[in-house]
């Protein structure tokens, strides 16, 4: 099946630090990845859309400059947190959905997450 | 705007019994629906899809899901719940982005 690997799994660090979390697809190329944002005990909230080879698309209200994404190949994608701040603590998760076919009955295949702590 | 609503928070069943979580959508033309679980900080995991045919899907670990047009509902079913079915629950619909319910936490007791 679809794998889709998130790394790291767990980050602590200081305020001010910026922090970067990679998705790759392992067995099959995903022109298009997704990053979410989750709370304790609530529903995923998307942040943006990744398109391989192009800029991301942002949700309302997510900041661009806060949240540098990046596509570069059609197996890899990267969220940048940049100056991180407490508040940014959160869920993170990733996914990606198979190039092959019609997109919208097409599954997304999540990755594990990331669990992301700011001191 | 599509979308789906889980009415309820919390399922709580003893293992053994029938599961079902409650799952209802909102969409023009026709709808892509799924089921997706998530276990403790971990991502999210495909269960089931509807996307036309049978409206009585079948998915991973012995869950189901029945597609109700006239209700316009999607809940998803397992006739023996057990334990390790703890978790939570997440209804979704798909345009070319996933919209999701916000999550049922199902507690099967043994």
Redesign the interface.
């Known amino acids: 099946g679809a794998v889709v690997s998130q790394h790291p799994s767990w980050v602590i660090c200081k305020s001010g630090t910026s922090v970067k979390i990679e998705c790759r697809s392992l067995d099959f190329q995903a022109t298009t990845m997704f990053w979410y944002r989750q709370f304790p005990k609530q529903s995923l909230m998307l942040m943006a859309t990744s398109n391989e080879g192009s800029k991301a698309t942002y949700e309302q209200g997510v900041e661009k400059d806060k949240f540098l994404i990046n596509h570069a190949s059609l197996t890899l994608s990267t969220l940048t947190v940049t100056s991180a701040h407490p508040e940014d603590s959160s869920f993170y998760i990733c996914s990606a959905r198979d190039g092959q076919g019609g997109f919208a009955n097409q599954p997304q295949h999540f990755g594990d997450g990331t669990r992301l702590s700011i001191l | 705007a599509q979308s789906v609503a889980q009415p309820e928070d919390q399922v709580n069943v003893a293992e053994g019994n029938p599961l079902t979580v409650k799952c209802t959508y909102s969409v023009s033309g026709n709808p ?1 629906l ?1 089921w ?1 679980v998530q276990y403790p ?6 269960l089931l ?1 509807y ?1 036309t045919g049978d409206n009585l899907v079948k998915g991973s670990y012995g869950f189901e899901a029945e597609f109700n047009k006239s209700q316009t509902s999607f809940h998803l079913k397992k006739p023996s719940a057990l334990v390790s079915d703890s978790a ?1 629950y ?1 209804c979704a619909v ?5 919209s ?4 049922t ?1 199902v507690t099967v007791r043994a």
């Open positions: 892509y799924f997706y900080n971990r991502g999210l995991q495909f899809k996307i939570l997440f798909n345009d070319y982005k996933l999701f319910g916000a999550g936490t």
